[in-house]
Each structure stands twice: as C-alpha cells, then as structure tokens.
C-alpha cells in the first residue's frame, strides 16, 4: 500500500537550518509530484508548494519562496523540504502529500531560543 | 489567489443528525474541489474528491456536491467518529488554497 513516511521532530534555535524528510512506498515515486503543507499550531492549512518528482523543478507559494527549498532523491524515492534561517514562525507541523490522497505523518518542527 | 471561505468555523451536531458544511471559492474552480477530515495530531484523510467523488473506504453518509463557486460536504447521518475539523481544498488554480475549517463537535 501506499506510504509517505517523515522524519522525525525536531527542535531548533532561530537561524538555524533543518532538512524534513519524506520517504514513499508502494508506488512508483516519479508517478506523482510531492506537495508540501504546514500546519502552524491550533490553526488551519496552508499549501507551500509542490515538486515535480520526474524533473525535480520546484514550484513555491508566495509565503515560501525564499528560506524554504523542495528537492528530491529519486533513487531512494525520497522528497526533501529545507528550511533555512529558521524563525519564530515557522514553528508548525510540515505534511508532505502526493498526491493529495496520501499523506506523511507530519513532522513537528519547534523553533525557540 | 482564490480564497476559500469555509462556513460554518464550529457546528455541533448530535448523533444521527444530517450535517452540512459550506464553502465558496472566490471565483469558479471548475470543480477542482477535495474534502478533507482532520483529527488532532493527524494528517488529514481525503474524503472528497473533485466535488462528489468518494475516496476508497470512506463511508457512503459522506457525499459532496456543488459547481462554480459553490460547494457542500453533507454527512447524511452523523455518527460519533465523524468528530474532527474538516478542511476544503481547491486545486483549480495556483495558488492551491484550503478553507479556513469546520470544527465539527458531537453533543
């Protein structure tokens, strides 16, 4: 069956770097481009962007074109999200999608000095 | 941006009821419309989608309808698992954009 499977938490100071993994199975991974979602706490979803799985192009929301960066190793069939120069903000959960039937199980990123 | 409107923001319901759940884009998005179910600290699940598709496994008391701007997730009879927020999601035009949510309690 279908899988998508992320990372886990992770806890961060502002500045910092992180890189969410999001590991898929049961189909072939170039069949469907890769979504990417955050939930901040307590508050409703907001669509970052997708990556095109066989050409690996990224495509951002406006909130996420700059800090944040999609990519891909296809060979492990596993998309990556990147944040760099974390803030206060960015403080939710991240989803990855594909291709909005199947969901991760979300990774909890918690950014606080 | 398409801006998907979500009404109502918190519905309480009893078992067995008939529940309805709007939302209305900004503009028409050709029924490019998904249903989602979200429980806290879960991912959400696809009830719903293009308007009035039922995702595999998911029970027939849900269904969806709507064109144009406007659209209705109804869950015929409610039952007491259905508690959760409940999310629309259109995927007709960039940026792809969620509704505000539904917060569906059970009395």
């Known amino acids: 069956q279908i899988q998508l499977v992320q990372s886990g938490p992770e806890l961060k100071k502002p500045g910092e770097s992180l890189k969410i993994s999001c590991k898929a199975s049961g189909y072939t991974f170039t069949d469907y481009a890769m979504q990417w979602v955050k939930q901040a706490p307590g508050k409703g979803l907001q669509y970052m962007g997708w990556i095109n799985t066989q050409t690996g192009k990224p495509t951002y929301a406006d909130d996420f074109k700059e800090r944040f960066v999609f990519s891909l190793e296809t060979s492990a069939s596993t998309a990556y999200l990147q944040i760099n120069n974390l803030k206060n903000e960015d403080t939710a959960t991240y989803f990855c999608?594909?291709?909005?039937?199947?969901w991760g199980q979300g990774v909890m990123v918690t950014v606080s000095s | 941006d398409i801006q998907m409107t979500q009404s109502p923001s918190l519905l309480s319901a009893s078992v067995g009821d008939r529940v309805t759940i709007n939302c209305k884009a900004s503009q028409n998005i050709n029924k490019y419309l998904n249903w989602y179910q979200q429980k806290l600290g879960e991912a959400p699940k696809l009830l719903i989608y293009?308007?009035?598709n039922l995702q595999t496994g998911i029970p027939s008391r849900f269904s969806g309808s709507g064109s144009g701007t406007d659209y209705t997730l109804t869950i015929s009879s409610l039952q007491p698992e259905d508690f959760g927020t409940y999310f629309c999601f259109q995927h007709n035009s960039w940026p792809l954009t969620f509704g505000s949510g539904t917060k569906l309690e059970i009395k």
């Open positions: 999608t594909a291709p909005f039937d199947y």
């Open positions: 293009n308007t009035n």
